[in-house]
């Protein structure tokens, strides 16, 4: 009640709690579950309208990279008749399987 | 009955009626079939132009995304060193109490929101470190530009097309037609949204602006969209402000407010978007725009306040729903959280991330037979987007009932889904801090610091083990890096003070 008293404040810190042992904050500190944002309908609209588009993106690539392979296939057709022993074909089965004349762009294909 | 007539419509009528019912696809056959016959009929040009455009019409207010370009080479800003609460880059984080720890941080270092937008998918920090992160199968090769994504896309759109480019803009006389009132309109839209060809959908809105004695408000907004994409941000403003004084529309503000948040002046934004309420009260459009600005900015109770004035006017608006829930749950209430995406659940909208949020929102109200349930049906039908996230969650909630040996397993999926998620690499470097390995810890502590420079946990996590291994200069960086992450955080500066005399000694 008296006016010129002083007001008293607590103020705790870390020094000041009570603590089990001294070694509580060597703890490391995991992150915490973590809600998925979620997806309006126009952001999934958007999202089928590019990936329809680069789609339609990879399918050109290919067609193009398909058509310059086209003309290279003619002239091996012939080739198949000349081996008859089975290492022959080997050989020429791994050799089909590499293009060393074309240079692949797509990493799909390489794997 | 033989003796009834049935009714079929033929020709421009049939076309009409079939874009009315939004059957583009056929309409579009008819005006091909039409045009064949009568190749100047321009009636039909101008109606298989729009069904072109709407076909792949994109929302100019959704369509916001940020390349390479747009996010490291910006010169728009005009106040780069802003005070704190006026500008996107520096919001007020540590005034208002979000703690990092309690709410997660994207790769931005931004807190996390209740859905995704175009602009938080890319990664900040340094270009450096956005050209060197590492490219795998899933994830896609950073947009270098937004111009040249547009171009891309409007090749692929003339390449969908069967009988190659409808209109060839070489030999088109744009003058003539961008000034007929008839046909101008389609053909922007032809050019804009179909061809993606921007700088010729400029001319043609130019010449029809200037055809239209600069009176109509119509060309001024289209002008104002085009210097978006084209990154001229000062000239959009004044055509929208110009289109303002002669008819107010919801569009109109909204792009003010786009352009205005594209320069970083988020203030200008709020005002605009508030004098566009005062046009239009309530309006969903305005107060979701004001609400993402109030997130942007750290103020998580102004933004929240904003969802429910929209759900007062749309109860069905799923980001309104989704932003309010995930302030709740970050807030210590996960009932509530609950309740929220339940009413998403009612709705219809099933997906991984809904039964995801659904279980973690049971896990902490401690309803855990339905936790489970909802988990494993997300894990059931999950996509390659969402894995990471979804493993990361199951870890926790394994750490959480005690079985650490699948923790660390679904962590380990986790990362196999993303290698760049660095919440999975802290939690199985602590699993195996505490399993005594001490340099395995570090080496994941150290992945996820480069992977996420603004991260609280891994920095501290780090720091705490450089400083039991005495190894303090690279313990106090890290520290520091912790506080400049959360600066109230009181482990932090007991470490520091505890470094301090050896410092002072020397």
Not at chain 1, 63 to 73: G, L, R
Not at chain 1, 97 to 104: E, P, R, S, T, V
Not at chain 2, 147 to 162: D, V
Not at chain 2, 430 to 456: C, Q, V, W
């Amino acid at each position: 009640m008296n006016p010129d008293a002083p007001s008293v404040e607590e103020k705790l810190t870390v020094d000041e709690c009570y603590v089990i042992s001294k070694e509580d904050w060597f703890e490391p500190i995991f992150c915490k579950p973590k809600l998925i944002p979620l997806k309006t309908v126009k952001m999934r609209e958007i999202e089928k309208r590019r990936n329809e588009n680069m789609e339609r993106v990879k399918a050109i690539e290919t067609a193009s990279t398909s058509e310059q392979k086209n003309p290279e296939v003619v002239p091996k057709e012939p080739k198949p008749e000349k081996p008859r022993n089975p290492e022959e074909l080997k050989k020429q089965n791994e050799l089909n399987k590499i293009d060393l004349w074309i240079a692949d762009e797509d990493p799909a294909r390489r794997k | 009955m033989s003796g009834e007539s049935v009714i079929e419509f033929t020709g421009f009528i049939k076309a009409c009626r079939l874009f009315r019912e939004n059957r583009l696809a056929e309409a579009e056959a008819v005006c091909t079939n039409l045009l064949r016959k009568n190749p100047l009929d321009q009636a039909t040009w101008a109606l298989k132009m729009q069904c072109l455009s709407d076909s792949t019409y994109v929302d100019e207010l959704e369509n916001e995304d940020m390349g390479l370009a747009e996010t490291f080479l910006d010169q728009n800003v005009i106040a780069p060193n802003a005070r704190p609460g006026t500008s996107f880059a520096r919001p007020k984080t540590s005034a208002k109490g979000v703690n990092p720890i309690l709410r997660p941080t994207t790769n931005a270092g931004r807190p996390l929101s209740g859905v995704v937008r175009p602009q938080s998918s890319f990664k900040s920090g340094s270009m450096d470190q956005a050209v060197r992160t590492a490219r795998t199968a899933k994830t896609a090769r950073a947009v270098s530009s937004t111009s040249a994504r547009n171009m891309r896309l409007g090749t692929a759109s003339m390449a969908a097309g069967a009988d190659g480019e409808f209109v060839n803009l070489a030999r088109l006389n744009i003058d003539k037609y961008a000034a007929d009132p008839q046909v101008n309109r389609q053909l922007f839209e032809y050019v804009f949204y179909y061809l993606n060809d921007i700088r010729v959908a400029h001319q043609i809105a130019g010449t029809a602006s200037k055809a239209a004695g600069f009176e109509d408000y119509y060309w001024k907004n289209q002008l104002a969209k085009c210097y978006l994409r084209l990154g001229m941000l000062q000239d959009a403003t004044k055509q929208l402000q110009s289109s303002l004084e002669q008819k107010k529309l919801i569009e109109t503000f909204a792009l003010l407010s786009k352009a205005y948040n594209r320069v970083d002046q988020p203030m200008a934004a709020l005002k605009t978007y508030s004098a566009g309420l005062e046009v239009f009260p309530e309006n969903v459009t305005m107060l979701t725009g004001m609400a993402r600005v109030q997130e942007a900015l750290g103020e998580y109770d102004e933004s929240v306040k904003l969802y429910k004035r929209v759900l007062d006017a749309e109860s069905n608006n799923i980001e309104a729903i989704a932003c309010v829930a995930t302030t709740y749950y970050y807030g210590g209430k996960p009932e509530l959280a609950m309740r929220y995406y339940r009413r998403i659940l009612q709705m219809g909208v099933s997906s991984p991330e809904l039964f995801l949020n659904i279980g973690l929102c049971c896990m902490a109200a401690q309803q855990f037979d339905f936790a489970l349930s909802s988990i494993l049906r997300a894990q059931s039908t999950m996509t390659d987007d969402v894995a990471a996230d979804v493993w990361y969650n199951i870890g926790q909630i394994l750490v959480d009932i005690g079985d650490l040996v699948s923790a660390a397993r679904s962590f380990r999926i986790a990362l196999s889904h993303d290698p760049d998620h660095s919440e999975s690499l802290v939690n199985l470097g602590i699993l195996k801090h505490r399993e005594g390995k001490i340099d395995e810890a570090r080496s994941l502590y150290s992945s996820a610091t480069s992977k996420n420079p603004y991260m609280f946990e891994g920095n501290y996590n780090l720091g705490l083990v450089s400083f039991t291994q005495g190894k303090y200069h690279e313990c106090r960086e890290l520290i520091e890096k912790a506080l400049a992450a959360f600066p109230e955080h009181e482990h932090c500066k007991k470490i520091l003070n505890h470094l301090k005399p050896l410092y002072e000694s020397i």
